[in-house]
């Protein structure tokens, strides 16, 4: 358990923390948006770079999944569609 003296000094920090915030959004709006922008970007680079490996891990299953009889003939048949759409790779 947290004593009373952690706890004062954990508010300290936490109103420091939101004071910096606070300050630093209102006086360099420019700053704030070069940032955001810069993070919007990173996280919108990260979710196509992981939706593709996650496609690519399942294409890469899906293949081997061929070798297996009750699942293989469908599987096949997803694969061939694929082939004949133009899908590279497969």
């Given at each position: 358990?947290?004593?009373?003296?952690?706890?004062k000094?954990l508010?300290?920090?936490?109103?420091?923390l939101?004071?910096?915030?606070?300050?630093?959004?209102?006086?360099?709006?420019?700053k704030?948006?070069?940032?955001?922008?810069?993070?919007?970007?990173?996280?919108g680079f990260?979710s196509?770079?992981?939706?593709t490996?996650?496609?690519?891990?399942?294409?890469?299953l899906?293949?081997?999944?061929?070798l297996?009889?009750?699942?293989?003939?469908?599987?096949?048949?997803?694969?061939e569609y694929?082939?004949?759409?133009?899908?590279k790779?497969?």
């Open positions: 358990m947290e004593s009373p003296k952690e706890i000094e508010a300290k920090s936490i109103d420091r939101v004071y910096t915030v606070a300050n630093f959004a209102s006086n360099k709006p420019k704030a948006f070069y940032i955001s922008l810069i993070k919007g970007i990173a996280f990260g196509v770079l992981g939706a490996l996650l496609v690519a891990i399942f294409i890469y899906l293949a081997k999944i061929q297996v009889p009750v699942l293989g003939d469908f599987v096949k048949d997803i694969l694929m082939k004949a759409a133009g899908v790779g497969i």
